[in-house]
């Protein structure tokens, strides 16, 4: 098992996403490949692993699969409300993991199989995660919201394949069958299972809400009521960090509830820099 140094980590410099293990099978719009090593920082300056980070708004869960990965907490909660994502989860942690990445690496993808899959009625979970995770793969930029379109040219003319890699999805999804016995799935409210467990000290939150880009929605589930997910948040009885796009709103939440706020860059999927939000009661471990 990995267990990773506490970073060199700078503020001020973007992190090189290509050194940073890929751990989900997901690719995902607004992923958090780039924040693994403030992640690294945050659980690393605890004193020991955390007994539990939940993760309430999983999507992809690249942050408790590290977690997991690297020894960084002892076991992790993932809870997620969309429906077809939560179908990847059900099947790779309850018991049909090994079909998922068979049936990845044996697909034959061309136009044609694309849409045979989409045609048809998946009666069964593991059928329709599937389905998912050949729709997130071969969508524009991973978006899964209705009215995505799919790939066109994609990677060096490839098209639909370009970010079909059927090798290296079962790898990962094998990855986390290994160890599954230490990631729990739940199907559900995010904030809801907040609330619920906001008297757990034992428990650390990594807080990562769908948004809206331009108006343009890029998660089926993408609404959240950003002045009450602070309300719960502040309830929190162990630790947490938020992450949000830069906008005034949301600098304006973190001010009305007390917490603290730093700026670190990142590169979107166009490959142009902007500015995230680490939120929580304290960063002074971003600064050291």
Request: aromatic content about 10%; charged content about 25%.
């Amino acid at each position: 098992m990995e267990r990773c140094l506490l970073p060199n980590t700078d503020r001020t410099s973007v992190v090189n996403v290509a050194s940073v293990p890929m751990r989900s099978p997901f690719r995902y719009p607004g992923g958090k490949t780039w924040l693994v090593p403030w992640i690294r920082r945050w659980l690393g300056s605890k004193p020991r692993p955390v007994g539990e980070l939940i993760e309430p708004f999983a999507g992809g869960a690249i942050v408790g699969l590290t977690a997991v990965f690297e020894e960084l907490a002892r076991k992790v909660t993932l809870v997620e409300m969309d429906y077809d994502v939560a179908s990847v989860w059900h099947t790779i942690l309850n018991g049909r993991g090994r079909w998922l990445a068979d049936e990845i690496a044996g697909f034959g993808l061309t136009r044609e199989s694309v849409e045979a899959v989409f045609a048809r009625e998946q009666k069964d979970l593991h059928e329709r995660a599937f389905a998912t995770i050949l729709r997130n793969r071969i969508s524009r930029g991973g978006i899964m919201a209705p009215g995505a379109g799919v790939v066109r040219n994609g990677e060096n003319g490839k098209g639909l394949a370009s970010r079909w890699y059927p090798g290296t999805l079962r790898k990962r999804i094998l990855s986390i069958v290994a160890l599954r016995h230490r990631i729990r799935f739940v199907q559900g409210d995010g904030v809801g299972f907040m609330r619920d467990n906001a008297a757990r000290l034992d428990a650390v939150f990594f807080i990562d809400p769908p948004y809206v880009v331009a108006g343009r929605r890029l998660y089926t589930h993408s609404h959240v009521d950003h002045r009450a997910l602070f309300g719960v948040t502040e309830e929190l009885a162990g630790d947490f960090l938020m992450t949000y796009d830069d906008a005034p709103e949301i600098r304006g939440l973190a001010q009305e509830h007390g917490f603290s706020v730093r700026e670190v860059p990142m590169k979107n999927t166009h490959h142009a820099t902007k500015t995230e939000l680490l939120i929580s009661r304290n960063l002074d471990w971003v600064d050291d």
